[in-house]
């Protein structure tokens, strides 16, 4: 996507709360965690003994829901504990999915997944509005980033093409719909409640 028609996109795009239906495919683990174009967004153990990856886009109703009320509790169980390793990586959907992704890798290592966070929880405020550009700059006027920081991020066509060649890379191995979660190289869709992510989980613990 080129980058006047990408900020055309963000200004104009209206997007549904709904995600597409999955079918369901596999992917090997090796091939999954291939290094990609830009530095992996992980948590956890990176020797931990299961690795979950979650394709996500940030204008994903499903995928809001899976962070504000899944996420905490399968972090504190899993990830905090040293059991999972969790990979966050970039599949939008949409021109103002893209924006928002770019706009948290511009906004710095330490602030990339407070900025994720706050996207998510701000999404009605910047998917479904007329101005999007103007609304982001709003909202990521909260982690300090000035309205020159924001257009200058958008108008990065190299960081645009690395996130869009990531989603392509996902659709390679079957995601065509999010949120998409492999664990260890399994293929899972839609949102999993904390107790599925248990049954899929626990029995590779115990074969470690």
Not at 8 to 20: D, K, L, N, T
Not at 99 to 122: H, I, N, Q, V
Not at 172 to 185: A, K, L
């Amino acid at each position: 996507m080129k980058r006047r028609h990408f900020l055309a996109g963000v200004s104009i795009f209206a997007v549904a709360g709904i995600c597409p239906l999955p079918l369901f495919a596999q992917s090997t683990q090796q091939q999954l965690l291939a290094p990609g174009p830009l530095p992996e967004k992980s948590f956890g153990d990176a020797d931990a003994p299961v690795t979950v990856i979650e394709y996500a886009s940030l204008t994903c109703g499903h995928c809001r829901n899976f962070h504000m009320t899944v996420w905490p509790d399968f972090k504190a169980k899993y990830v905090d504990t040293g059991k999972v390793r969790f990979i966050i990586r970039e599949f939008p959907f949409d021109p103002r999915a893209s924006a928002g992704f770019m706009l948290a890798r511009c906004a710095g290592e330490d602030k990339w997944y407070p900025t994720l966070d706050l996207l998510y929880r701000s999404q009605d405020r910047w998917a479904r509005v007329s101005d999007a550009t103007s609304a982001l700059k709003s909202i990521m006027g909260m982690t300090g980033m000035e309205g020159e920081q924001v257009e200058a991020c958008l108008q990065d066509q190299d960081l645009l093409d690395k996130i869009t060649a990531i989603a392509d890379t996902g659709k390679s191995y079957g995601v065509d719909s999010t949120p998409t979660f492999f664990v260890n190289g399994e293929m899972y869709k839609g949102v999993l409640s904390l107790e599925r992510f248990s049954e899929i989980i626990d029995p590779l613990l115990v074969a470690e």
